[in-house]
């Protein structure tokens, strides 16, 4: 059974970049037919879909959110990443990495991870 | 991009039914049968309940039930029990410039 866990830094400054990483558990992502996603949910809102990647690389991103994202691969550590760029309080939310079927359902997701920007 | 619309609040009692509506356009929600369902209780991760409108993953009582008319995707949780109390979050495929949406989410109180 795949099971995927978040890490990184629970506290970012303003300004600065965003790094978590996803490590993928009971499947390989080289195995192909999935996307591997993130996804986020603002505090007492709703959830906010970032971007995925498959595990050739191949990435795709939120609008509203391309210009400061980046999600990459590292199929030898069987985990994706993502990075966001300068940071503000509006970035503070939970994040989740998730997987997606090609018809955009996310099944199973990981526990999610908060990160807080503040200085 | 903007989310899909759902009802912020739902509720009732204890073996009964309820639905949800999930409002899209005609570039999501209309256009695709890729609409899925969440359920989310406190603090915890999101669960998938539906998926392509009205499919089931393994394990999900089939208490859940989805559907789609026009826009508008709908859940339906029948014989409502206490441990359906929660979130539900529904999301829909959007095309090849903005890919995915999520709705507004929904609690559900069990009376």
């Known amino acids: 059974q795949v099971q995927l866990q978040e890490s990184g830094p629970g506290l970012v400054k303003p300004s600065q970049t965003l790094s978590l990483t996803c490590t993928v558990s009971?499947?390989?992502?080289?195995?192909?037919?999935?996307?591997w996603s993130w996804i986020r949910q603002l505090p007492g809102k709703g959830l906010e879909w970032i971007g995925y990647?498959?595990?050739?690389?191949?990435?795709y991103y939120n609008p509203s959110l391309k210009s400061r994202v980046t999600i990459s691969v590292d199929t030898s550590k069987n985990q994706f990443s993502l990075k966001v760029t300068s940071v503000t309080a509006a970035d503070t939310a939970v994040y989740y990495c998730?997987?997606?079927?090609?018809?955009?359902?996310?099944?199973?997701w990981g526990q999610g991870t908060l990160v807080t920007v503040s200085s | 991009q903007s989310a899909l619309t759902q009802p912020p609040s739902a509720s009732g009692s204890p073996g009964q039914s309820v639905t949800i509506s999930c409002t899209g356009t005609s570039s999501d929600v209309g256009g695709y049968n890729y609409v899925s369902w969440y359920q989310q209780h406190p603090g915890k991760a999101p669960k998938l309940m539906i998926y392509d409108v009205s499919k089931r993953p393994s394990g999900v009582p089939d208490r859940f039930s989805g559907s789609k008319s026009g826009n508008t995707a709908s859940l339906t949780v029948s014989g409502l029990r206490a441990e359906d109390e929660a979130d539900y979050f529904c999301?829909?495929?959007?095309?090849?410039?903005?890919?995915?949406?999520f709705g507004t989410g929904t609690k559900v109180t069990v009376l």
């Open positions: 009971g499947g390989s992502i080289s195995s192909g037919g999935y996307f």
């Open positions: 990647i498959y595990y050739s690389g191949i990435s």
């Open positions: 999301s829909s495929y959007a095309g090849s410039n903005n890919f995915d949406v």
């Open positions: 998730a997987r997606a079927s090609s018809s955009s359902c996310f099944d199973p």
